[in-house]
């Protein structure tokens, strides 16, 4: 049954059930004075009893209903609809449109020609149980975005995850990748790295399958009988090079609008130099089964009913890829309700539109979040509310690509924004479970309070004591000194990157999950009937997620002063260090140990003399950097945290005049921009956060500190020195605008 949550001013009550779910104790306002903390507890309220949960049903049915792409005939609709709603709301409604690169398949073929034959289906088949499954004439193929042209042959390689430690050991099993096609499954990075690292070592096409064991079978019931991935489910999903720069390929640093001036393709550094493409396991079996060579490490073996081998070959392989290699609008729809006292200072909330099929989870589930938002807000507004700080709602176009909508748009308004923008939420899909949170450690607190006060909706417990529950269960309580949850870090993957980690615009990344399974992503089952038979079937959790974020939106939009603290900042960026430090002590004390043992000779003596290996090398020693810097920057640091958590009251910011109100609320703004350099990371200029960024390697994943950990790993020593000073200089930066924040609230600037 879908329920309509309607929250009365001390209960909620389900409607369409017939039991009452209790409300959260509201605890304090982080950034409010009395008695407006007390007021904004009662706003809390009203906006959630606005929230239905049918609606989300509804809205989801209608926007699933079709493959929605970026550039399709469906994803215009999408748009309009979602900006007839903001309209509907009361929202001042702009759709802004961006050309961007968007290459389709006009021809896919792959071919096992020997030692046996065997081609390829590449297709997903439609299910009687997912009524959109069968709309082929309107869904994308499985491909891989921004994967080059090609036609090419040789022999097949199986590389596991195909990241750089398993070339490292696929080099000591002698074995060479150059002029070969690897084969490698999804998992232990991002998809873009695969290609990026295959055609570093001299591949010539690039393979990626969905193994069982990490999505399919080997994780619980496959599709429809269960959530997971089904033997001819594919997932699609772009491998431009992102840790580069994200967004449009062609118009790097700038808008992609119509009259932007473009590189040519053919310099355009984040496209593949290999071509590249996605198989279902159904597929990949038997070319699995077709390799000979050695037998696979234990680690490296999947799900399949096979012996896993390397090779290369005997299995002989062809992959054709073309590709229209078109511009596709792109449409944002950005919704603004200003501020009544600080228009100039922007609170965004974002989550995408565009799906690479029907897209019901990603990003649906997210989106009709927001949507549900909008509206409570607006109800608010209608009443007579109105924010201190303007809101700005957008649901971002051309995500899946490559962030290209969120990008383009950030890089078009990337003046305004620096100046004004305060935070960006993001979320990205949406089920049942348990509150993921990630972002800027300075609101680490602030999400913390407020997972304090959402209700969840299976057990009428927080979803903070929840999460907690979960992690102590499995043996993983950390939690800051004052019991606070640590939030991740983020790398890369969805909207926020553009305005945390070029903008240096404090971000925060959302969304429930953790008991609905798998197996939809990027396929043509990603549907209305997987959903609601999968992922979040009351839309409890839908709820839930509007009830977080919109406290983060409203708590933002209207406190006195910005809910922004340092301390839990600074005892993170403190692990960090520690972690680095710790790491090159130990590629130290590895770089010796192996060393010697190469020495002795002891790599020869522990092989199997009937297999081919090849002893490692030698690498130069590791220095003892000096850390010194970074050391002092911290303490340094810590010292500005704590004195501007000491002084930090309601009955400070009270005490302050409006002007002083707002000149604090301009230095809390900044502080994330000051850990922004301009001249960015080594070989990325594009990305200019100095405490968190994506992995060169890992894609997705993040890199901490990245200037400093990515040149230890890198073993290159000068780039490290000189990243520790720039690291300690930026951090001292931070402190000092700490300290003008914390003058203001003593008096003593």
């Known amino acids: 049954m879908i329920r309509s949550l309607r929250v009365g001013i001390v209960m909620a009550l389900v409607v369409l059930g017939a039991s009452a779910t209790p409300v959260a104790q509201p605890g304090p306002k982080r950034g409010f004075v009395q008695p407006r903390a ?74 096992l020609v020997a030692p046996t034959r065997f081609t390829a289906s590449l297709a997903e088949p439609p299910l009687e149980e997912d009524a959109t499954s069968g709309q082929q004439d309107e869904q994308l193929p499985s491909y891989n975005a921004y994967s080059i042209d090609g036609n090419v042959s040789g022999q097949l390689v199986y590389v596991n995850y195909g990241v750089p430690a398993d070339y490292d050991a696929l080099e000591r099993l002698g074995i060479d990748v150059r002029g070969k096609i690897v084969i490698a499954r999804y998992g232990g990075s991002w998809r873009g790295i695969k290609p990026k690292v295959a055609a570093e070592q001299g591949a010539i096409g690039c393979l990626i399958y969905s193994d069982p064991r990490d999505d399919g079978y080997g994780r619980g019931d496959v599709y429809p009988t269960g959530p997971y991935r089904m033997g001819r489910g594919i ?39 290999i071509p590249v493409l996605p198989l279902s396991y159904a597929d990949a079996r038997p070319l699995l089964e077709a390799l000979g060579g050695p037998l696979a490490p234990l680690a490296w073996r999947g799900g399949l009913p096979i012996t896993y081998h390397i090779g290369p070959g005997p299995a002989v392989v062809e992959l054709e890829l073309a590709f229209n290699w078109d511009l596709a609008p792109a449409y944002d729809v950005i919704a603004t309700l200003e501020g009544s006292e600080r228009p100039d200072q922007l609170v965004i909330r974002g989550n995408h539109h565009d799906a690479w099929v029907n897209g019901a989870r990603d990003p649906i589930s997210g989106l009709v979040a927001l949507m549900a938002e909008a509206r409570a807000i607006g109800e608010l507004a209608r009443s007579g509310w109105r924010p201190k700080r303007t809101l700005v709602f957008a649901a971002w176009d051309a995500e899946e690509p490559g962030l290209l909508g969120s990008t383009e748009w950030a890089e078009l308004h990337a003046d305004r924004l620096r100046a004004q923008a305060v935070a960006y939420i993001n979320t990205d ?13 300075t609101l680490e607190r602030f999400i913390n309070e407020i997972a304090r006060d ?151 003596l522990a092989a199997d003399p009937t297999t081919t290996y090849v002893p490692p090398t030698t690498q130069d020693p590791v220095p003892h950097l000096n850390f010194a810097p970074l050391r002092n920057a911290l303490t340094r640091l810590e010292a500005s945290a704590r004195a501007y958590g000491d002084a930090l009251s309601p009955d400070a910011v009270a005490k302050l005049s409006v002007a002083d109100q707002r000149a604090l609320d301009q230095i809390l703004i900044r502080t994330e921009r000051v850990l922004t350099r301009e001249e960015g990371l080594p070989g990325r200029p594009w990305f200019t956060h100095q405490i968190y960024a994506p992995g060169f390697y890992t894609g997705y994943g993040v890199k901490t500190i990245p200037g400093v950990r990515e040149a230890i790993e890198q073993r290159d020593w000068p780039l490290a020195t000189t990243q520790i000073a720039l690291a300690a200089d930026t951090l001292a930066l931070f402190a000092a605008e700490v300290d003008r924040a914390t003058g203001i609230l003593t008096g003593s600037r």
């Open 429 to 441: 899909g949406n089920s049942r479970g348990f509150l993921g949170m990630s972002g800027s450690h």
């Open 235 to 273: 997932q699609r999903g772009s491998v431009a090079d992102m840790p580069l720069f994200p967004g449009d390929p062609l118009t790097p640093n700038v808008g992609a609008t119509a009259d932007a001036e473009r590189l040519d393709r053919a310099d355009a550094p984040t496209l593949t130099t």
């Open 38 to 111: 007390e007021a904004h507890a009662a706003l809390e309220l009203r906006f959630d009893a606005a929230l239905e949960a049918d609606l989300l049903r509804d809205w989801m049915q209608h926007l699933a209903s079709r493959p929605h792409h970026v550039g399709s005939p469906f994803g215009k609709e999408v748009a309009d609809f979602v900006a007839a709603r903001f309209t509907e709301w009361g929202y001042d409604t702009a759709i802004e449109e961006f050309q961007v690169l968007f290459p389709t398949p006009r021809l896919r073929r792959l071919e």
């Open 454 to 604: 959402v209700i969840d909706p299976q057990t009428d417990v927080s979803v903070s004591e929840r999460l907690a529950a979960r992690r102590q269960v499995a043996g993983n309580p950390r939690f800051q000194t004052n019991g606070d949850h640590p939030i991740g870090a983020l790398g890369s993957g969805s909207d926020y990157t553009p305005f945390l980690q070029h903008l240096g615009i404090a971000s925060l990344n959302l969304g429930y999950s953790g008991e609905s399974g798998g197996g939809s992503y990027h396929s043509i089952f990603d549907s209305f009937d997987h959903y609601i038979r999968f992922g979040d079937p009351t839309f409890e959790y839908g709820i839930t997620l509007a009830q977080t974020t919109g406290r983060v939106l409203l708590r933002l939009t209207d406190a006195d002063v910005l809910p922004f603290e340092f301390e839990s900042f600074s005892e993170t960026v403190t692990r960090y260090v520690d972690e680095i430090v710790t790491m090159t002590d130990e590629m130290r004390e590895e770089t010796e140990r192996t060393t010697r043992l190469i020495d002795d000779g002891r790599y020869v």
